[in-house]
């Protein structure tokens, strides 16, 4: 069994910080990409960032400049920096990794439960 179990949400004003944390754990054999996601309300599941087992990075355009995403391989988790954070940044944030869970499977996609992060005045 491999759990996603992310942290960190909140409520924060506009212009505000936050950073959210998402820890693999379990039977894990490998840890690929790692990423993060959100879905506002009333609309569907977007790509916010990913991270390879290399440290490259990929943002969508709406975040570049106002998050970062980082990860520690040693405690198999990822970070979300989220800077400068505007009302339509409010969403449920999702984490997403690709990981083996035995030298001789395929890879398989995990998700975490979601965090709701609201940025409102």
């Known amino acids: 069994q491999v759990q996603l179990v992310e942290s960190g949400g909140g409520l924060v004003q506009p212009g505000g910080s936050l950073r959210l944390s998402c820890a693999a754990s379990g039977s894990i054999f490998r840890i690929y990409a790692m990423g993060w996601y959100r879905q506002p309300p009333g609309k569907q599941r977007e790509l916010v960032a990913t991270i390879t087992s290399g440290g490259n990075t990929n943002y969508a355009n709406s975040v570049k400049g106002r998050f970062t995403i980082s990860r520690d391989n040693a405690k198999n988790t990822v970070y979300l920096q989220m800077n400068s954070l505007k009302p339509e940044d409010t969403a449920v944030y999702y984490c997403?990794?690709?990981?083996?869970?035995?030298?001789?499977?395929?890879?398989?996609?995990?998700w975490g439960q979601g965090t709701q992060v609201t940025v409102s005045s």
């Open positions: 997403q990794a690709s990981i083996r869970i035995t030298g001789w499977t395929t890879r398989d996609d995990y």
